[in-house]
């Protein structure tokens, strides 16, 4: 009679009981050996990383900026948002690898909670589980929630708006329409693609609520002051970056002058190019950090669920515009899917997978509905997917948490860190001592250095003034005839290694590195 009881309990909720499940499991997927698996930094992440430090120890990125509204990275600009929330985390728990990838994470837990929330009220809870599944277990969920690229925070904080809007729309409510506002203007702030994307979104979704008379004058205005005020800075940077107006920097913010300014990488002309991307998003792209070959994004078997899928929403959503009169919660969330793609055709290189993540909440949904769909031919069909899901998850967890790491050398560098904290803890005297560095084919190599060393952002300004390529005692233009005093740390130049064996000068391997002292 209790173990009836026992059942009777369980089936009554088996998804609350599923998802509690699913969330431990998307929780140890995204924890374990968080902040050291990637090993090493991406350039890019460095980039972010250094400018976080600054802004929480000074208030200033590297450049010596008050609170810029767009860093100025490596010249060509990143959106600032990762930074400051890095720069939080930073302030409360000290610098580290992880409080700098703990905004990822956050980006990650909202896909989870805001995803499963916005397919439980487009569609069921059943579906809404499957979803959060598939958000847990696929590759491109797990490996973009866990290190520091700028745009990785899109899909996150865009997840979050389009509920909130969907919300206010159902509910009718102007708190929740300044609550939509607040989280898409805060979304221009994840990547610049956005300032393409959310316009595009804003306007499929209007022109959609106003036909069927679902939006008030006042609710507008509740959604569009928080984005038109939030988006004013940046509309700034665009006129400050197109020659409209001189750079503007104050004692509490700066909108920058940027050296490379990229806003001619939108064009139609990159549309032929881009078509691959269908094909990309689905398996991989030329990055492994984005997604591994023998994986792909979704895995490969998700492929035909995807298509069905998609399919079967466009079905619905098609009958639901058809019907002028009832709102359809499916239609904004597809309105979120085909702006991400339409931007994507039409920006440079718009195929690689991280400039089009905003598209990933929906293929993740379209495999939810796809395995519904088959399940429904034979009840057999749905455990053995699952059983088939399971056994290419564990597969992957092997790969991504035993291999990975080696995999990646070639776009996350630690070589040239633990180099120089070889050199800071062994070398005796070393602050005295000039430290000459060649990185190899290793991209801005100085930004580990001044990273690692903690180099201010008057240090580092004064530095880019000098006509000598230095920072601090670290420098990057090698002498034609070896220094006694000085250290070299050298990676590839073999002419150089040469002339550091003649003079007498031992090294030490670490790492690609050779570390040369003499005396």
């Known amino acids: 009679m209790e173990t009836g009881k026992v059942m009777r309990w369980i089936k009554q909720h088996r998804a609350s009981l599923a998802l509690a499940v699913i969330t431990i499991l998307f929780a140890v997927t995204r924890l374990w050996q968080f902040g050291v ?236 190019k881009n078509l691959k991307l269908f094909w990309t998003l689905l398996t991989h792209d030329h990055l492994d950090y984005n997604a591994d070959p023998q994986f792909g994004t979704l895995y490969y078997i998700s492929l035909p669920l995807v298509a069905t899928g998609a399919v079967l929403y466009m079905l619905r959503s098609w009958k639901d515009l058809k019907n002028h009169k009832e709102y359809s919660p499916r239609l904004i969330p597809l309105f979120m899917f085909f702006s991400a793609l339409i931007c994507a055709l039409v920006v440079f290189d718009g195929y690689i997978i991280n400039k089009s993540n905003a598209v990933y909440l929906m293929l993740a949904v379209f495999i939810a509905l796809g395995i519904q769909h088959i399940s429904n031919w034979h009840r057999a069909l749905g455990p053995v997917m699952t059983v088939l899901y399971g056994v290419l998850f564990l597969f992957f967890g092997k790969y991504y948490y035993v291999n990975h790491a080696e995999d990646l050398r070639t776009y996350f560098y630690r070589d040239l860190t633990e180099a120089v904290r070889y050199v800071d803890d062994t070398v005796a005297d070393q602050e005295q001592r000039r430290i000459y560095v060649d990185a190899g084919e290793e991209q801005q190599p100085y930004i580990f250095i001044c990273l690692e060393e903690k180099i201010t952002p008057e240090e580092f300004t004064g530095s880019r003034q000098d006509s000598v390529n230095h920072y601090r005692n670290y420098y990057f233009e090698l002498p034609s005839i070896p220094e006694e005093d000085a250290v070299y740390i050298i990676a590839s130049d073999k002419v150089q290694m040469e002339l550091l064996d003649e003079a007498g000068f031992s090294y030490t391997q670490c790492g690609k590195y050779r570390i040369y002292t003499k005396n």
């Open 37 to 272: 698996n990637p090993a090493g930094m991406h350039v890019d992440e460095a980039g972010m990383a250094y400018d976080a430090y600054n802004l929480a120890r000074f208030g200033t990125d590297r450049y010596q900026n008050p609170f810029p509204v767009y860093l100025i990275n490596f010249d060509a600009g990143q959106s600032a948002l990762y930074a400051y929330l890095a720069a939080l985390f930073i302030k409360i728990f000290g610098f580290s690898m992880t409080a700098v990838r703990l905004p990822a994470l956050l980006s990650g837990v909202l896909v989870y909670v805001f995803g499963y929330l916005i397919v439980k009220e487009m569609w069921n809870r059943r579906t809404a589980v499957l979803t959060a599944l598939f958000i847990t277990i696929c590759p491109y969920f797990i490996m973009a929630s866990r290190w520091g690229l700028d745009c990785n925070l899109l899909l996150g904080f865009f997840t979050m708006s389009v509920y909130w809007l969907m919300l206010a729309v159902k509910k009718e409510k102007t708190s929740l329409f300044i609550a939509a506002g607040i989280s898409l203007g805060l979304t221009l702030y994840t990547y610049a693609l956005t300032f393409l994307i959310l316009p595009l979104f804003l306007l499929f979704t209007l022109i959609y609520l106003f036909s069927i008379r679902r939006l008030k004058v006042k609710n507008l205005f509740a959604l569009g002051v928080p984005v038109f005020f939030l988006a004013l800075p940046l509309m700034l940077m665009l006129a400050v970056n197109n020659g409209l107006l001189p750079e503007i920097k104050t004692g509490f913010f700066t909108i920058p002058k940027l050296l490379y300014y990229r806003g001619a990488e939108f064009s139609p002309a990159n549309i032929p």
